[in-house]
């Protein structure tokens, strides 16, 4: 019986989504768009469009070598890609943000970009980590687990920055400190990570993030909230607002991978349903709206995205991971969702591959 009704309410709850500008209208990705790297593993990608017609990516990389998770904690770097169309298929370019040593506080990991601009400055936002420790290398790549030094440090000093440049190409400028450090007592108490960032026409921020809080027991941290921050300026400083956070377990239910864009009707959010309970999909996608991008409230049919893929072959897919939605704006309108995507059963252990990839958006919507 609880088969049926669990059934029932996901029938019901795609059958919803269908009913939002996202779900209804989300096309066919393109076989060869997208991006992925031989001998890297790929994951969350934010595209821009420059003043020369091209379309820039940066996409968080690491090392094959290394496991998948938690590899992104202690190696990643920030690549630049480039394409002549939103579809791709994008070709790397350089690196935006690359190792700059272990005294920096994201001298050993760069990922999570999300890039935007205001007037004549890119600006990079992402997450930063280090650790005191020696390389992981080949060698010693089966040492790193969960539980190793690396690890616990390398997330235990998860923080959000930014880096900024008067070109797509760069050189990128880093900020000596984060911009959003954690605060004792806090849902942000442990890390701060995940930034999406929306910059107003003033010049002033508003910044969906992810935090974890410390709790003193063997876990070392709390499941994941999301959390609004405001600016003056991409500088700052930012101020958390409100001391609870915007999604919990308590609240709504756990999301991750918060994107926020704007149009003439307000904010807009999508995030990544951790269990399912608020689209019915597990790991599929969710939208909110807000009048002012700090207090939300979720879309009448939340249901954004499935695991489900339809692919310019005509393939049906379940991706293994589909994870870091972004989607692109152009002329005020949203006309791409960008995904992470992982290949196989599901679980990071059980893939054998990542990419980017892309998919149109039908001008209906």
């Known amino acids: 019986m609880k088969i049926k009704v669990s059934i029932l309410l996901f029938v019901l709850a795609v059958t919803a989504g269908a009913q939002n500008k996202i779900y209804n209208n989300l096309g066919e990705a393109p076989v060869d768009g997208g991006l992925q790297m031989e001998d890297y593993w790929v994951w969350g990608s934010s595209v821009i469009k420059g003043e020369d017609g091209k ?3 940066y996409a968080s990389r690491w ?39 272990a005294q920096f506080w994201d001298g050993r990991s760069c990922h999570n970009p999300k890039i935007v601009k205001h ?11 280090t650790h005191p420790f020696e390389e992981v290398t ?8 969960l539980s190793s030094k690396w690890c616990i440090t390398g997330r235990w000093g998860k923080r959000v920055g930014v880096a900024t440049s008067k070109s797509p190409y760069g050189p990128w400028k880093r900020l000596d400190a984060p911009i959003l450090d954690v605060k004792p007592n806090s ?8 930034p999406s960032p929306l910059i107003k026409e003033d010049g002033s921020v508003v910044l969906l993030f992810k935090g974890r809080s410390y709790q003193e027991d063997e876990i070392r941290h709390t499941n994941m909230f999301i959390g609004v921050a405001t600016a003056p300026s991409y500088k700052g400083p930012y101020a958390v607002k409100g001391a609870e956070p915007l999604f919990s377990e308590e609240k709504f239910g756990v999301v991750e991978d918060p994107h926020l864009w704007s149009d003439d009707e307000g904010y807009h959010m999508i995030a990544k349903d951790m269990s399912g309970k608020i689209g019915g999909s597990h790991h599929g996608g969710i939208l909110a709206h807000s009048k002012d991008g ?13 695991r489900e893929v339809t692919w310019s072959n005509g393939k049906t897919i379940k991706q293994g991971q589909l994870e870091r939605p972004f989607v692109f704006v152009e002329d005020g309108k949203p006309t791409h969702i960008f995904f992470a995507a992982m290949d196989g059963p599901g679980g990071f252990g059980n893939g054998t591959k990542t990419w980017n990839i892309v998919i149109p958006l039908n001008k209906n919507q």
């Open 187 to 194: 849902f942000y108490s442990y890390l701060t990570s995940n």
């Open 55 to 57: 379309y820039h990516m």
């Open 63 to 101: 090392p094959k070598y290394l496991k998948f998770h938690p590899g992104w904690m202690i190696a990643s770097e920030i690549a630049h890609a480039v394409s002549n169309t939103p579809e791709g298929p994008y070709k790397f370019s350089d690196v935006a943000l690359g190792d700059r040593g």
């Open 138 to 145: 080949r060698e010693n790549a089966n040492e790193l687990t």
């Open 294 to 306: 700090i207090d939300w409230v979720l879309d009448k049919s939340p249901l954004a995205y499935t």
């Open 119 to 129: 007037k004549d400055e890119y600006i990079l936002y992402y997450m930063g980590s």
